[in-house]
């Protein structure tokens, strides 16, 4: 992917970070989009220390205006943009019973409209390139389940259905869109959610996973080489995922 431009949400640490850095690793150029200016500033300066092209962009993925923004500031920098990585993402636990509408649209806001907005303004940008690729970061429970975290599940499987159905709709345009369902990752996310894995059993490779795991599968999804891979679904769960719900 040498001298692809990508942009890719909630960047400034986490997996988001990690994916930011393999693909300029791998030769993209990179515009780092985050909720908080100052982590996408500091993941934007160790892209630059690799030799690639970097732009820091503040982002709420929530916000129609932000995203809309931060996407034209993107291609007016870059000329262009290759490659669009929907990775910002939140939640907010709680049982069914005790969760507040409150905290059930905060998660779908962020992780589902925040995918939507994302894409939409790739879309936007991709198709008069006649190239592009979008990666949605969903999750291993957004085709299975969540317990005690309803709205996180339901944000997840609702961004298969936004791969699958913008795949169809944009092929023609050559244009892929294609999910990652990352397992347990540990990141200040789960950290702050308590979430862990809690039977190493279901550990079919043993080692716990990182986030360059998840990076490396969204490099190839963005690459020349899956140019013929669309709507799909790639878990990278190092074998949870088979005994996930
Ligand atoms: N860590 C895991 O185990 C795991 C598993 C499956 C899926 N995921 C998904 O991977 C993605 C990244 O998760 P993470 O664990 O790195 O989380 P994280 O909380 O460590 O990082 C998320 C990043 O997104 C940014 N962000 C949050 N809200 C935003 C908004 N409204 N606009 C722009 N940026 C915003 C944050 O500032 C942060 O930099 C999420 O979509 C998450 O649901 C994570």
Redesign the pocket.
């Known amino acids: 992917m040498q001298d692809r431009i990508a942009l890719v949400?909630?960047?400034?640490?986490?997996?988001?970070?990690a994916i930011a850095t393999v693909l300029a690793q791998k030769g993209a150029h990179v515009a780092v989009?985050?909720?908080?200016p100052e982590?996408a500033g500091q993941t934007a300066a160790e892209i630059e220390g690799l030799g690639r092209k970097a732009l820091a962009l503040e982002?709420?993925?929530?916000d129609e205006a932000s995203v809309d923004q931060a996407a034209a500031a993107a291609q007016e920098h870059f000329g262009r943009v290759d490659i669009w990585v929907n990775?910002?993402?939140?939640?907010s636990r709680a049982m069914l019973h005790e969760m507040t509408a409150a905290q059930w649209d905060l998660v779908l806001t962020?992780?589902l409209r925040?995918a939507f907005l994302g894409s939409r303004a790739a879309a936007r940008i991709m198709m008069p390139q006649n190239w592009g690729r979008i990666v949605n970061?969903?999750?291993?429970?957004g085709k299975g389940s969540s317990h005690g975290h309803c709205s996180?599940s339901s944000s997840?499987a609702g961004m298969i259905g936004l791969t699958k159905s913008t795949a169809r709709e944009l092929g023609k345009h050559n244009i892929t869109v294609n999910a990652v369902?990352?397992?347990?990752?540990?990141?200040?996310?789960?950290a702050?959610l308590g979430?862990n894995i809690t039977n190493p059993e279901q550990v079919v490779l043993t080692r716990k996973?990182k986030?360059e795991d998840?990076a490396y599968a969204v490099a190839f999804l963005a690459s020349d080489e899956a140019e013929w891979i669309t709507g799909t679904t790639l878990e990278v769960t190092g074998g949870t995922g088979l005994f996930a719900g």
Not at 9 to 17: D, I, N, P
Request: charged content about 20%; overall charge positive.
């Open positions: 949400t909630g960047a400034g640490r986490g997996l988001g970070k989009a985050d909720l908080d982590t982002m709420d993925v929530t990775n910002a993402g939140t939640g962020v992780n925040g970061i969903s999750s291993r429970a996180y997840k369902l990352p397992g347990f990752i540990a990141t200040e996310l789960t702050k979430i996973g986030p998840v």
